[in-house]
């Protein structure tokens, strides 16, 4: 009974930031790590970002790194992805995912929901 409903994409200009959330229902959201992943079209979908079910550990795709940034609000079962300097490359439909485990993982087999996805579309 996990439900996972992502929302914040939109359309930006390169160099602009937006920040992505993930608002989930059901239970034990505090006690699995929660990941990001994107699609863009015609590619194959990646990972993004990964955080622990505590939050005390992070985990990004060498592309975002120094530009995205993962967290989560345990207390209101959201997870955030914001996301700076924006590049028309991170263009995809962005999708959050909850790991099977409290450990993250940048591995699709590892996760077991999905929510519908947000689309996040660069200008350049």
């Known amino acids: 009974q996990v439900q996972l409903v992502e929302s914040g994409g939109g359309l930006v200009q390169a160099g602009g930031s937006l920040r992505l959330s993930c608002a989930a229902s059901?239970?034990?959201?505090?006690?699995?790590?929660m990941g990001w992943f994107r699609q863009a079209i015609g590619k194959e979908r990646e990972f993004v970002a990964a955080?622990?079910?505590?939050?005390?550990?992070?985990l990004y795709a060498d592309s975002v790194k120094g530009r995205f940034t993962i967290s989560r609000d345990n207390a209101k079962n959201t997870v955030y992805l914001q996301m700076n300097n924006l590049k028309p490359e991170d263009t995809a439909l962005y999708y959050c995912?909850?790991?099977?485990?409290?450990?993250?993982?940048?591995?699709?087999?590892?996760?077991?929901?999905w929510g519908q996805g947000t689309q996040v579309t660069v200008s350049s």
């Open positions: 955080i622990s079910w505590s939050g005390g550990d992070t």
């Open positions: 059901g239970r034990i959201f505090d006690m699995h790590a």
């Open positions: 995912g909850r790991a099977r485990e409290k450990g993250f993982s940048n591995a699709l087999i590892d996760y077991d929901y």
